[in-house]
C-alpha cells in the first residue's frame, strides 16, 4: 500500500510563495498521476493540479494557472507544487494523491498541510 506524505505548508503573506511536497512511501511506486486538491473551511475539496507521472503532462485549475506548478522526482517518488502570488483565498488544507491507471479514482490520500495565506 502507497503511503502518501504531505509537507510545506505554512503562513505567509499575500503575494508570497510556499513549496509542498508528497513523497511517497510502500510499494514499488509507479502511478499514472499524481495531484494536488485542497479543500477550505466549510467547503468541499477541490482539485488543483495533476501530473502524468511517466509523460510528465500537467492540468492546472483555472485558479491558480499562472501562479502554481507542479513537478516530479520520478527517482525520489515525490511530487512538488510551486506556489507563487499566493492570495487568500489560496487558505486551505491541501492534500496529494494519486491514480493508478487512467481509469481509477483518486486514492493514498495524504493527511494534508495547511497553508494560510494573510492578507
Do not use: H
Not at 499524481?34 to 493540479?49: C, D, H, I, L, S
Amino acid at each position: 500500500q502507497v503511503q502518501l506524505v504531505e509537507s510545506g505548508g505554512g503562513e505567509v503573506q499575500a503575494g508570497g510563495s510556499l513549496r509542498l511536497s508528497c513523497a511517497a512511501s510502500g510499494r514499488t511506486f509507479s502511478p499514472y498521476e499524481m495531484g494536488w486538491f485542497r479543500q477550505a473551511p466549510g467547503k468541499e475539496r477541490e482539485f488543483v493540479t495533476l501530473i502524468n507521472w511517466s509523460a510528465g503532462s500537467t492540468r492546472y485549475a483555472d485558479s491558480v494557472k499562472g501562479r502554481f506548478t507542479i513537478s516530479r522526482d520520478n527517482a525520489e517518488n515525490a511530487v512538488y507544487l510551486q506556489m507563487n502570488s499566493l492570495k487568500s483565498n489560496d487558505t486551505a488544507v491541501y492534500y496529494c494523491a494519486l491514480r493508478l491507471t487512467y481509469v481509477s479514482g483518486w486514492s493514498g490520500w495524504g493527511q494534508g498541510t495547511q497553508v494560510t495565506v494573510s492578507s
